[in-house]
């Protein structure tokens, strides 16, 4: 159940959020979206609406069916735009983020910054905190990789995404990009969560390997439980049967989750394939399936990459790509 409160008080809340603890239910405060919001937890089917709207201060009071609460479009029934800098993500446009998997350097960003930017990618991505499956491989540059992110986004005028795999580096992250990506294999870390929903950032949540499109959206939950609604859910393939492809992209998990939720989805075909012939078809079928933007890996020589060389665009690739997007887009419109 939601409680919707107009300009309620302190001590007008504090009594709503006792009943319902006293009927055996978790409430909990929050505000979005200029809204100061009550939900309360647990099997609501005996609760009287009627009652709850009965106290001072309440505006309106519904029943969400589904787990999640605020992300449900049953919560919020427009669609939500989530702003990064000048980019908007959920709304007309669809943006694309591009850049290497890794920030090996700054010539090497530089220059795929610079190529992406001018192939018409409004978002630069780059990894300074590589989370690998084996711990010899390269684990990122870390700061030194983040000052050189924020360097290069600067001097291009480019804002830009990057991940953070560890609680205590939330802030230092938070200096250095415009928007926190959480990874695959951090989906369900909700102490993660519950730190970088403090930044009030937008937040790029990738759908977890394994996880159900339900776990994907409480992790997005647990984020908006906090206070931040500024969240971007990424489908970037799960893991299936088929061991050619490094994972299976869920292109269906788009209109569900539209469906589902008022969060603009976003798709990753790189990290979806992992291999680089199929990045292109895959980033055009996932416009064609109404994706609200798309995030692409692009290194300026591939084969010499420190991670994901095989699923990474070459800038002429991509380019090529940018092209035939625009296209589908204005086919899309028209
Ligand atoms: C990435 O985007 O660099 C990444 C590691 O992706 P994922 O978390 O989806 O594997
Ligand atoms: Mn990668």
């Not at 939500?80 to 694309?96: K, L, Q, Y």
């Not at 930017?117 to 540059?141: E, I, W």
């Not at 970037?236 to 939720?261: C, K, M, W």
């Given at each position: 159940?939601?409680?919707?409160?107009?300009?309620?008080?302190?001590?007008?809340?504090?009594?709503?959020?006792?009943?319902?603890?006293?009927?055996?239910?978790?409430?909990?405060?929050?505000?979005?979206?200029?809204?100061?919001?009550?939900?309360?937890?647990?099997?609501?089917?005996?609760?009287?609406?009627?009652?709850?709207?009965?106290?001072?201060?309440?505006?309106?009071?519904?029943?969400?069916?589904?787990?999640?609460?605020?992300?449900?479009?049953?919560?919020?029934?427009s669609?939500?735009?989530?702003?990064?800098?000048?980019?908007?993500?959920?709304?007309?446009?669809?943006?694309?983020?591009?850049?290497?998997?890794?920030?090996?350097?700054?010539?090497?960003?530089?220059?795929t910054?610079?190529?992406?930017?001018?192939?018409?990618?409004?978002?630069?991505?780059?990894?300074?905190?590589?989370?690998?499956?084996?711990?010899?491989?390269?684990?990122?540059?870390?700061e030194?990789?983040?000052?050189?992110?924020?360097?290069?986004?600067?001097?291009?005028?480019?804002?830009?995404?990057?991940?953070?795999?560890?609680?205590?580096?939330?802030?230092?992250?938070?200096?250095?990009?415009?928007?926190?990506?959480?990874?695959?294999?951090?989906?369900?870390?909700?102490?993660?969560?519950?730190?970088?929903?403090?930044?009030?950032?937008?937040?790029?949540?990738?759908?977890?390997?394994?996880?159900?499109?339900e776990?994907w959206?409480?992790?997005?939950?647990?984020?908006?439980?906090?206070?931040?609604?500024?969240?971007?859910?990424?489908?970037?393939?799960?893991?299936?049967?088929?061991?050619?492809?490094?994972?299976?992209?869920?292109?269906?998990?788009?209109?569900?989750?539209?469906?589902?939720?008022?969060?603009?989805?976003?798709?990753?075909?790189?990290?979806?394939?992992?291999?680089?012939?199929?990045?292109?078809?895959?980033?055009?079928?996932?416009?064609?399936?109404?994706?609200d933007?798309?995030?692409?890996?692009?290194?300026?020589?591939?084969?010499?990459?420190?991670?994901?060389?095989?699923?990474?665009?070459?800038?002429?690739?991509?380019?090529?790509?940018?092209?035939?997007?625009?296209?589908?887009?204005?086919?899309l419109?028209?």
């Open positions: 159940m939601i409680i919707i409160l107009n300009s309620a008080t302190t001590e007008q809340i504090d009594k709503i959020l006792f009943k319902i603890s006293q009927s055996g239910l978790e409430p909990h405060y929050v505000e979005h979206y200029g809204k100061q919001i009550i939900t309360a937890n647990g099997n609501t089917k005996n609760c009287s609406i009627a009652e709850y709207k009965k106290y001072a201060g309440v505006e309106s009071v519904f029943q969400v069916s589904s787990s999640y609460k605020l992300a449900s479009r049953e919560f919020k029934q669609k939500s735009i989530v702003n990064v800098r000048d980019v908007a993500f959920g709304g007309a446009d669809i943006p694309v983020i591009a850049g290497p998997c890794a920030i090996e350097g700054y010539d090497q960003l530089k220059e910054a610079s190529a992406v930017k001018n192939a018409g990618a409004v978002m630069l991505r780059g990894g300074a905190y590589k989370p690998r499956t084996s711990p010899y491989s390269f684990q990122g540059l870390e030194e990789g983040l000052a050189i992110l924020q360097a290069v986004s600067k001097e291009l005028d480019i804002p830009t995404v990057s991940e953070v795999t560890d609680p205590r580096k939330v802030e230092l992250v938070a200096e250095h990009v415009d928007m926190l990506q959480i990874g695959a294999r951090n989906m369900q870390n909700f102490v993660l969560l519950k730190e970088v929903a403090k930044t009030n950032m937008p937040i790029l949540l990738k759908r977890g390997a394994s996880a159900t499109i776990e959206l409480m992790a997005a939950e647990y984020i908006m439980a906090d206070g931040n609604s500024n969240v971007i859910l990424c489908e970037r393939g799960i893991r299936t049967f088929e061991p050619i492809t490094r994972n299976t992209l869920d292109l269906s998990a788009v209109p569900l989750v539209q469906y589902l939720s008022h969060l603009p989805v976003i798709v990753d075909p790189s990290h979806g394939t992992g291999i680089w012939r199929l990045v292109s078809p895959m980033a055009k079928a996932a416009m064609a399936a109404g994706a933007g798309l995030i692409l890996e692009v290194h300026t020589c591939p084969e010499e990459a420190a991670s994901d060389g095989p699923q990474s665009l070459t800038p002429y690739k991509f380019s090529l790509l940018m092209k035939e997007l625009k296209s589908i887009s204005s086919a419109k028209s």
